[in-house]
């Protein structure tokens, strides 16, 4: 078993940095891969990024390449988002997810494990 706490969340304005991070506890962490997903008012949650479970490769959606950046200390049970150059676009509730598989990283249907969101408000 898996359980993720979100935290780091909060209002910034456009252009300023946020990192968000998860707080995991299960005896078998390590062996997740690890993604953000996002949800805005009105909208379908959609893929972030992602990190597989050795750390080492990291995936993005288009909208926040370059911007964002994924990162996992196992030894800390931790995962980040260190998010950067943000825009209003950017605003949603923020969920750390875990799941066993290593494809299709973008897919919410195979991540087994949910935090339960962080709110993420960029003004203009």
């Known amino acids: 078993q898996v359980q993720l706490v979100e935290s780091g969340g909060g209002l910034v304005q456009a252009g300023h940095s946020l990192r968000l991070s998860c707080a995991a506890s299960g005896r078998t962490f390590t062996t997740y891969g690890m993604g953000w997903f996002r949800q805005a008012p009105g909208k379908e949650r959609e893929f972030a990024a992602a990190?597989?479970?050795?750390?080492?490769?990291?995936y993005y959606t288009d909208s926040v390449k370059g911007r964002f950046t994924i990162s996992r200390d196992n030894a800390a049970n931790r995962v980040y988002l260190q998010m950067n150059s943000l825009k209003p676009e950017d605003t949603a509730v923020y969920y750390c997810?875990?799941?066993?598989?290593?494809?299709?990283?973008?897919?919410?249907?195979?991540?087994?494990?949910w935090g339960q969101g962080t709110q993420v408000t960029v003004s203009s």
């Open positions: 990190i597989k479970w050795s750390g080492g490769s990291t």
């Open positions: 997810a875990a799941t066993p598989y290593g494809s299709r990283w973008y897919d919410m249907n195979l991540y087994n494990y």
